[in-house]
């Protein structure tokens, strides 16, 4: 139920940091050591490359997903669409393991390709917020992802699980392997839950800018680079899912091969700066936009911030900064869908889980 909430979009986000809480409690052992099945720890470390599975925002999971277990975990990572790996297979490594991410653990494109996949005989583990869901049972493993039930159709408190499991996860197979890691996981992620608080305790501030930035548009850009660009496909798919303006998110430096000819007086242009490496690039696009006339709103992280930028976050460890740099790009969404009087939770033409082809 969604008690005195307006919404369950608006609801779910606000159990972020809890879900953060939850993941951390679920995954660790009574000596506050990472936990996780004997057999999914010896799937990891046979693997020679994995392939991610998914759709949506859960796609957008998992391009996240992919550089913890790459930069953390040492093994190579595709992370592919599901409607589109069932008909355009690439070449295969000789150990695959599959990952397929699911909320709903019901999405039919994600299943098409589990089928093939356990018919070439290839290991499968599916991370989802439904154990006992299809993807779960024809699964070999499943990673739960305590976010508890999401009604909303768009989908927040699961993208957020599903990137602190996949953190989880890299952190644990690196651990197993011998690979020596700076930082203790569930220690960043008790950080990244506060830090969540602080920007869902910010909801006055977020609503003024959807209104500064989202009221009567008719499309918007979002733009990032390295891991920020994943957050920015993610904060576009939330803004057109649920308030029908036509958004978009680019890596900054793709802009001058095209785009940046859509940027008119007024286009908004809401750019993420979380990555120390690319805080100057990134500014670079913002200044190339604005001399064509973008609307520009700058989300940086504390310590990178500058007097211009409209929002800043808290600061959480480099790799995690996704799990709270999308709250307020969910919040932007949510206001503007409520201030354009759509339907927050049910937005037309969508289902929550798409169990069809
Ligand atoms: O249940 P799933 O995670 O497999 O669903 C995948 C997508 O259908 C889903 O993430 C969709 O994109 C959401 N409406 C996004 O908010």
């Known amino acids: 139920?969604?008690?005195?909430?307006?919404?369950?979009m608006l609801k779910e986000i606000d159990e972020q940091p809890i879900v953060m809480r939850n993941i951390i409690r679920e995954y660790q052992n009574?000596?506050?050591?990472?936990?996780?099945?004997?057999?999914?720890?010896?799937?990891?470390?046979?693997?020679?490359?994995?392939y991610i599975i998914a759709a949506g925002t859960s796609y957008h999971a998992g391009l996240v997903g992919k550089e913890f277990l790459e930069k953390l975990s040492n093994i190579p990572v595709e992370?592919?669409?599901?409607?589109?790996?069932?008909?355009?297979?690439?070449?295969?490594?000789?150990?695959?393991?599959?990952?397929?991410i699911s909320q709903s653990?019901?999405?039919?494109?994600?299943?098409?390709?589990?089928?093939?996949v356990k018919e070439l005989g290839h290991p499968a583990l599916t991370l989802t917020n439904v154990p006992g869901s299809t993807l779960?049972?024809?699964?070999?493993?499943?990673?739960?992802?305590?976010?508890?039930?999401?009604?909303?159709?768009?989908s927040t408190k699961a993208y957020t699980a599903q990137i602190a499991v996949l953190a989880v996860l890299a952190v644990d197979t690196a651990r197993v392997k011998g690979i020596k890691l700076d930082f203790d996981p569930l220690q960043e992620l008790a950080i990244v839950a506060n830090a969540m608080e602080i920007i869902t305790n910010q909801k006055e501030e977020l609503e003024q800018l959807a209104r500064d930035y989202f009221a009567t548009t008719r499309n918007a850009f979002f733009i990032g680079r390295s891991t920020d660009y994943?957050?920015?496909?993610?904060?576009?798919?939330?803004?057109?899912?649920?308030?029908?303006?036509?958004?978009?998110?680019?890596?900054?430096?793709?802009?001058?091969?095209?785009?940046?000819?859509l940027i008119e007086d007024g286009t908004p242009v809401i750019a993420l700066t979380t990555q120390e490496n690319v805080n100057y690039s990134i500014r670079g696009n913002v200044q190339e936009v604005v001399a064509r006339g973008a609307n520009a709103l700058?989300?940086?992280?504390?310590?990178?911030?500058?007097?211009?930028?409209?929002?800043?976050?808290?600061?959480?460890?480099?790799?995690?900064t996704p799990l709270v740099s999308v709250?307020?790009?969910?919040?932007?969404?949510?206001?503007?869908?409520?201030?354009?009087?759509?339907?927050?939770?049910?937005?037309?033409?969508?289902?929550?889980?798409?169990?069809?082809e």
């Open 1 to 8: 139920e969604k008690g005195t909430y307006p919404h369950f």
């Open 30 to 50: 009574e000596k506050g050591e990472l936990k996780l099945e004997k057999n999914i720890r010896k799937a990891m470390q046979k693997a020679d490359r994995i």
């Open 79 to 100: 992370v592919h669409v599901a409607s589109e790996f069932s008909y355009n297979m690439p070449l295969l490594s000789e150990k695959p393991l599959f990952i397929f």
């Open 105 to 116: 653990g019901e999405t039919a494109d994600s299943r098409a390709v589990l089928v093939k």
């Open 136 to 154: 779960s049972r024809e699964a070999d493993y499943t990673l739960p992802l305590h976010a508890g039930p999401e009604i909303a159709v768009a």
């Open 230 to 261: 994943h957050v920015a496909q993610e904060a576009a798919l939330k803004l057109k899912e649920i308030s029908y303006i036509q958004a978009e998110g680019f890596a900054g430096g793709e802009l001058k091969h095209g785009t940046i000819a």
């Open 298 to 320: 700058i989300i940086s992280s504390k310590g990178l911030e500058q007097d211009e930028d409209a929002f800043v976050l808290p600061a959480v460890h480099e790799l995690l």
């Open 327 to 356: 709250i307020p790009m969910q919040l932007l969404a949510y206001y503007a869908a409520l201030h354009r009087d759509c339907d927050v939770d049910k937005p037309r033409n969508l289902a929550k889980s798409v169990t069809v």
